[in-house]
């Protein structure tokens, strides 16, 4: 991978790196790059923030009531 700032590009004399799918209602929206070795991380297309399903993290069912949602680096 190649990053631009946010962003990546696939290439072949790249960086290795571990990449994972951001979802919305289960549907692939965007796919995130992160070197374990240098800490850099983005996405493909820009559109992601989280890792994770979208609609779980902006559901209120999971902060209302005093309660809190849960967010790992």
């Known amino acids: 991978m190649v990053y631009h700032g946010q962003t990546f590009d696939t290439d072949v004399g790249g960086k290795p790196v571990v990449t994972f799918r951001a979802e919305d209602h289960g ?5 995130i790059a992160w070197n374990p070795v240098t800490g850099e991380l983005a996405s493909w297309c820009g ?17 209302i009531w005093g309660g809190a949602l849960w967010v790992h680096e």
């Open 27 to 31: 549907n692939v929206t965007d796919l």
């Open 47 to 63: 559109h992601a923030f989280c890792l994770g399903d979208l609609d779980e993290v902006l559901n209120p069912a999971t902060y």
